[in-house]
């Protein structure tokens, strides 16, 4: 079975204060739960366009990334 997974590590914590504070970050490959990605959208009022498309593109529903987790390991 082949599961599309994102990893929530180092890059994503780096990506969510930088967005947060207004911080110079050059965005990357980073995945943010969706919940990290509202409460930036609440706080941050400076975003660029740029900035909100990466936010919109680069979001994970953790509620689904869980369910995808018990599906392969057959919990329930």
Do not use: C, R, W
């Not at 599309?4 to 930088?18: H, I, L, Y």
């Not at 660029?48 to 987790?69: C, G, N, P």
């Amino acid at each position: 079975m082949l599961v599309n997974t994102v990893e929530n590590g180092n890059e994503s914590v780096q990506v969510f204060v930088a967005l947060y504070k207004n911080l110079l970050i050059t965005l990357y490959d980073a995945y943010l739960p969706k919940q990290a990605v509202d409460i930036i959208l609440k706080i941050n009022n400076n975003l660029t366009d740029e900035q909100i498309a990466y936010l919109s593109d680069h979001q994970v529903e953790i509620s689904s990334a869980l369910q995808t987790i018990k599906e392969v390991i057959s919990i329930d």
